[in-house]
């Protein structure tokens, strides 16, 4: 029987390396990956069943790598393994594609039995943050939410780069757009939501879990 292929996007090494000895008795991890934007690249040329990711991703986050390939990849399905417990990032999480979402400090059976749901194409959640959770989806976006979510993905990716302290020339190189494009975001984005300073920007940032911390 053909093993389930996995890939692993976390940018902490021993956690990876942990996951990975974790899930290859039963799955075939294709691949590891330490920031978004890679895990994007890799999805589209691996093509995995599944794909297991942390939030707090550099140069892309999990959620909007989620976005994108989910786009990219209708079918794939994505399962978020992260330290967070908000239920607001929760509820951000399915809307995003995702079909699961767990703590890292979960036992490593409910992980298995987690990925086990989801391959089968159930969704799951770990049992603490259920009900807040639930109560996220169905209570509704505050005003800021809604303005969040009207972001294109590509003034998302140029918030989280700004906010993780790279220049303009460095997210123009990354995007491979032009310099007075990045500039354009910035300042569309930054005339959207009413900021006037890169430390308001960067704290935008983190409250919308645009960026870690």
Known sequence: MKKVRILLADDHVLVA???????????????????????????????????????G??????????????????????MIVTMNEDSTLVAEAFRAGASGYMLKHSAS????????????GSSYLSPRITRGAVSALL???SVECEKARELTPRQREVIQLLAEGRSMKEIADILTISLRTV????????????????????????????VGV
Request: charged content about 30%; overall charge neutral; glycine content about 4%.
């Open 17 to 55: 390396d942990a996951l990975k000895s974790l899930l290859e008795p039963t799955y075939e991890v294709v691949g590891i990956v330490a920031d978004g934007r890679t895990l994007v690249e890799a999805a589209e040329r691996l093509r995995p069943d599944l794909i297991v990711v942390d939030v």
């Open 183 to 210: 500039a354009a975001h910035k300042y569309r984005v930054m005339e959207m939501l009413d900021i006037r300073t890169n430390a308001d920007l960067y704290r935008y940032a983190v409250r919308h879990r645009i």
């Open 139 to 141: 209570r509704g976006d």
């Open 57 to 78: 991703m550099p140069q892309l986050n999990g959620l909007d790598a989620t976005r994108q390939i989910k786009r990219l990849l209708p079918t794939v399905k994505v």
């Open 109 to 120: 059976q409910e992980l298995l039995q987690a990925i086990q749901e989801v391959v089968k």
